[in-house]
């Protein structure tokens, strides 16, 4: 399902079904193609880091939450019922969560991807990173002034190296995601017969296109 942002870069054309030999309308891909401007070598080695610091997060903060239901229970909680400590940090699901799909994403990225694709890898890591250590680092000084007020206990000091721990790396995840920037590296722009080449990027030398183009002024042609 193609976002409405991205309908401009889809055309409905009529190509040639090749188990039945008809011609169908089907949205292609007609805008440019991107791919990482980094070296393949250094670009692996971060999708690797990245899996692993979204692994981590995720385990931080179901961990986090997890010990802070056990020891609720048993009182053994002061800074965590505080809601300026634990309503940030309950927001960070959403950051997370988003960034598992910016990294699968990465992952099934190719040769080469669609203006989406791309947004939706480097676009996302941005905003999920810079989120997640908005709301950590606000939990973190709230459970800094908590601990100043009403003391801490031995569970509170472990949440509290859980929350910084999310906050470091968020920020790595922020400033890192440059190493997974992405440059226009071709086109899938034709000339259209009632476009003017001015505004439509052409891409010159593509024999079939010239082809799919005769075909369809072919088709409408015939069932004029």
């Known amino acids: 399902m193609v976002s ?39 670009v692996r080695q971060r999708k690797i880091l990245f899996t692993i610091l979204v692994g981590l997060l995720a385990a931080a903060f179901i961990g986090a939450l997890l010990l802070t239901g056990i020891n609720e229970r048993n009182q053994d ?5 505080q809601y300026y400590v634990i309503i940030p940090f309950v927001g960070l699901m959403f950051p ?16 080469k991807v669609t203006r989406e ?12 990173g ?9 939990s973190a000084i709230g459970h800094i002034v ?27 995840i922020f400033f890192l995601r440059r190493d997974l920037s992405m440059v226009q590296c071709g086109t899938a722009r ?21 082809r799919d183009i005769k075909k369809i002024r072919r088709y409408k042609n015939e069932k004029n």
């Open 96 to 111: 997370i969560f988003f960034m598992g799909t910016a990294a699968v994403r990465m992952w099934r990225a190719t040769d």
């Open 130 to 138: 810079i989120s997640a250590a908005i709301l950590s680092g606000v």
């Open 4 to 42: 409405t942002k991205y309908t401009s870069d889809y055309r409905l054309e009529n190509v040639v079904d090749p188990r039945t030999g008809k011609l169908v309308t089907k949205a292609v891909y007609r805008g440019d193609w991107f791919c990482f401007e980094k070296p393949a070598a250094l």
């Open 77 to 81: 909680v002061i800074a965590i019922e």
């Open 146 to 172: 908590s601990w100043a007020i009403n003391g801490e206990t031995v569970t509170d000091m472990i949440f509290l190296g859980i929350t910084l721990m999310i906050l470091a790396a968020s920020f790595a």
């Open 117 to 128: 694709h791309r947004d939706k890898i480097g676009d996302r890591f941005a905003a999920t």
């Open 190 to 210: 034709i000339a259209y017969p009632d476009e003017d080449p001015e505004i439509t990027r052409i891409a010159r030398g593509d024999e079939s296109h010239r």
